[in-house]
Structure formats: structure tokens, C-alpha cells
């Protein structure tokens, strides 16, 4: 084998470079990398086929050119969500209202005053920022902001009862997304578990025994990403507020998903509201900014003043702040919430969109893609909200078909195109729920799908 017909990085690079109408507008570093891969791979072609030196030349230019177009891509990337997982964990989950997006860019394109009192020219908090909006929105005292729900649980844990018991009950101890799990959460903020009760039934007086001379607080745990049925029993949280209350303890209530919108009012699960949970005598809660609520990855809490004042003093609160894009993002998506605009937020649309709305939008896809010969129908189906919220709903989804014999390789076709698309597989069909898809992109996936069926 001969390898010294392969071609010289350079002038692979130097015929590469022609196909670039604007000689500025690429990396030379991703070329250069592109341009030794595709020479590298090319000794395999030698070593099974006999190739002329111009051959070579040709193949490796053009695969350089191939190994750019992946290469240059941002790794992250916008994707056509159509599998009507509204909370998509892998996608991001909840996606952000148009104006959210704005006064994040507006905010970020400069500087700002994250921790600056414009009013008295003074060091400010960037929890400022947000904490009379969730007052306002909850009825809590106080609140702030962490990056996730699990780090609001660690720190309020780690402040209220590091080196002491926390009372909580067997049929609680859950695990979110990722293999999080609420004992090994506990374990990290130093408290001590003390768990009472059984998998699916804790009563009062479990409770009431464990309290002790080193109990630092009650935790509840709300169950947002499973629901047990049949022979169960739980202690309610006003019952639960009134017995750590009568120990002079706080009740740390997990809500995990959260919610602002009264989603069960309307039929859909049946997710407490903040306030509620406040009402019954919380003392600190803690829910997610990105789930049901449909704002940005953050993890809140909220609660009495004097809890919430220890947190702030907490070191590890720093480890775990949020960034200004965070603050900007949560804040507009509070004030649409407080404006009663909520059902603008994408999370709260699609949740609540009628079956008649969904139906109209899939035959509207299935109708563009018949005018093409694409053999596509519309199903009546149903899909999950995701994200580890609202485990008990199936939401109505009317969903595009095409049955094919090689859907395998149109999901990867669609996942690697631009716009990049993620549908579903089932019973040998490739899926799409619009309820996730926007009207805006709906016209692009036609484009994609039309393109992949070819």
C-alpha cells in the first residue's frame, strides 16, 4: 500500500476554500481538522481499492467539505419538537414566549443592574429582581432563586437542618430525572433521614413518633412524577403543618413540578398551587421554573421570612445562583402570569390547546404532504405531558402517520437535517404530534419531511 498518493493537507484545504464564495466567512481551524479526517480516512480506500493519485485528490476534497458542514454546526441547536412531549427533558423542556426571549436578548446585550439598587446607588440582590413577583403570585413572604429544584431543596435543607433529623415519609422518598434521589439529596446537605411510615401508608402518629429532641423539620414531598392508587394513605398538609408547628419545627414542602396556572381546574391533573400549599401552613416550599411553570431552569423557593433570611446566608447559596439571563427570563415570564397573561406562555398554550385546534393542524400537514404523494394519515392518539409532571395525564393528540418500512432512517434523516425534527416511531410508523409543533414551524416540517420521504 502506497500512502504517499494521499493528498497534502494544504492543498486539500486550498481546493476546499473555492467553494467559499466569502474567503472570510469560515473557520480555519474546523477546515483544517475536516481536511486531515477526511485524508486519514481515506487510507482505508487504499488499502481495499486500487485509486489513482487524482482520485484521491477528488474524494478527499469532497469529504473535507462534508466532515465542514457537520463540523461547523453549533452543537446545540433549535429542533422541531413533534413527538407531543410538551416538557421534553432532552429538548430543553419548557420553551420560552417570544417576549421572554426579547427582554433576555435586551437585557444580556448590555450591561445591566443584577446587583445594583438603581434607586439608592447602592449594592443590591439579583433575588430583587423577582422576589415581589413570586410574592405576589404565592402569597409567600419572602422568596429567591436557585439554578434547579434540586439545589433549592440541598440549600434549604443544608440551612434548616444540617446535622439533624429530617422527618419524612417511606412512600416520599422519590427520584427525579437523572437518578436524583431525594435521601441521596438529604445525605448531601448533612441532615439525617429519618424515614417513617410504609411505601403507601404513613399515618399522623408515625410522624409524631419520630419527632424527637433532634428532629430539625418535617419534609413533604410532592409526588409530581408518579401517582400511587389503591390502598394508600398520606397525612394532609394542614394536618402536617399543625403537628411540626406544635414542635416548634417548619414544614419543608417539595413540590418538584410547580405550577401557576390552575391547570386542575380545568380538567388537567390535579397539581396543587404554591399558594395553596402556603395556605395549608408551609412553611418553605420549593418548585421548578422550567416545568409546568414554563419559564426558564431554576429552582424557587418561597416561604416565611425568617427561613428564607437563613438561606440567604447560606455559602452554598452561591455555588447555586442563577445568572442574569436566568433572572431576566424568569422575571417576564412572571409578569405575564401577573399581567393574566399566562395563557400566552407556550408551556400553558399547549397544554390547554383544544382537541379542534390540534385536529385542524394535523390535517393541514397530512393535506400539504398528500400534495406531494406522501401517503400520510391522521390518527387520534394520545401523548404525555413529560418533563416528570402530570404523570396521571394522557392528553388528546391527533397525530400525522406514514407508514414505511424504513423508519428507522427517516428519524435519523429527520434528527440530522436542518431544521433538525424529532418524531416518534410506532407500530412501524413514523409519528407526528403537532400539539408541539408551532404554527411557525409547521410550514418548515412539511419542507423536512417532504424532503426525507424523497
Known amino acids: 500500500m502506497d500512502f504517499s498518493i494521499l493528498p497534502k493537507v494544504d492543498l486539500v484545504m486550498a481546493e476546499a476554500q473555492k467553494q467559499f464564495q466569502d474567503k472570510q466567512s469560515y473557520s480555519h481551524v474546523v477546515l483544517a481538522r475536516a481536511a486531515r479526517e477526511a485524508i486519514a480516512s481515506l487510507r482505508i480506500v487504499i488499502a481495499k481499492n ?18 465542514y458542514q457537520v463540523q461547523s454546526k453549533s452543537s446545540l441547536r433549535r429542533v422541531i419538537n413533534a413527538t407531543g412531549v410538551i416538557l421534553h427533558t432532552n429538548l430543553g423542556r419548557a420553551p420560552l414566549h417570544d417576549s421572554v426571549a426579547r427582554a433576555v436578548y435586551d ?48 440549600v434549604t435543607l443544608a440551612t434548616l437542618a444540617k446535622d439533624k433529623e429530617i422527618v419524612i415519609s417511606r412512600g416520599q422518598l422519590v427520584e427525579i430525572g437523572g437518578s ?34 433532634n428532629t430539625a423539620c418535617v419534609l413533604q414531598v410532592h409526588p409530581s412524577n408518579y401517582q400511587l ?53 408551609t412553611d418553605v416550599l420549593t418548585f421548578s421554573g422550567d416545568k409546568l411553570l414554563g419559564g426558564p431552569q431554576a429552582g424557587i423557593i418561597v416561604g416565611k421570612k425568617h427561613y428564607l433570611k437563613a438561606i440567604r ?9 442563577v445568572d442574569k439571563m436566568t433572572i431576566a427570563a424568569l422575571e417576564a415570564t412572571l409578569v405575564l402570569y401577573r399581567d393574566n397573561r ?5 408551556t400553558v398554550a399547549m397544554l390547554t390547546a383544544s382537541e379542534a385546534t390540534l385536529k385542524n393542524k394535523s390535517q393541514r400537514l397530512q393535506s ?16 404525555p405531558v413529560g418533563g416528570g409532571s402530570l404523570p396521571e ?25 436542518e431544521p433538525a425534527v424529532l418524531a416518534y416511531i410506532r407500530e412501524g410508523k413514523v409519528c407526528f404530534d403537532t400539539r408541539t409543533v408551532t404554527d411557525e414551524e409547521l410550514e418548515k416540517l412539511e419542507r423536512v419531511i417532504k424532503e426525507v420521504m424523497e
Request: glycine share 8%; proline share 3%; hydrophobic share 40%.
Open 50 to 67: 486500487r485509486v489513482s493519485r487524482e482520485q484521491l485528490f477528488v474524494q478527499a476534497v469532497n469529504l473535507c467539505l462534508s466532515n
Open 393 to 417: 395525564v394522557a392528553l388528546p393528540a391527533y397525530v400525522v402517520e406514514i407508514a414505511t418500512t424504513e423508519a428507522d432512517q427517516i428519524l435519523r434523516k429527520l434528527r440530522t437535517g
Open 313 to 321: 446566608q447560606n455559602q452554598l447559596l452561591r455555588a447555586l445562583r
Open 180 to 213: 436524583f434521589r431525594i435521601p441521596e439529596i438529604i445525605e448531601c446537605s448533612g441532615a439525617v433521614l429519618r424515614e417513617v411510615g410504609t411505601t403507601n401508608k404513613t399515618h399522623h402518629e408515625d410522624y409524631e413518633k419520630a419527632i424527637g429532641a
Open 368 to 383: 400539504s404532504l398528500a400534495v406531494d404523494g406522501i401517503d400520510a394519515s391522521v390518527q387520534k392518539r394520545t401523548s
Open 229 to 281: 392508587t389503591g390502598f394508600v394513605e398520606e397525612v394532609a398538609t394542614t394536618e402536617l403543618a399543625r403537628l411540626a408547628h406544635e414542635h416548634d419545627l417548619p414544614l419543608v414542602y417539595d413540590l418538584g413540578s410547580g405550577c401557576l396556572y390552575p391547570f386542575a381546574q380545568r380538567g388537567i391533573g390535579r397539581e396543587p398551587l404554591p399558594s395553596n400549599i402556603l395556605a395549608a401552613g
Open 107 to 154: 437585557l444580556v446585550s448590555g450591561y445591566c443592574n443584577l446587583e445594583l439598587n438603581l434607586l439608592e446607588g447602592k449594592r443590591g440582590s439579583r433575588h430583587d429582581h423577582v422576589s415581589t413577583l413570586l410574592q405576589e403570585l404565592t402569597g409567600a413572604e419572602d422568596a429567591l432563586v436557585v439554578n434547579n429544584n434540586a439545589a433549592a431543596v440541598l
Open 342 to 346: 399566562e395563557r400566552e406562555i407556550p
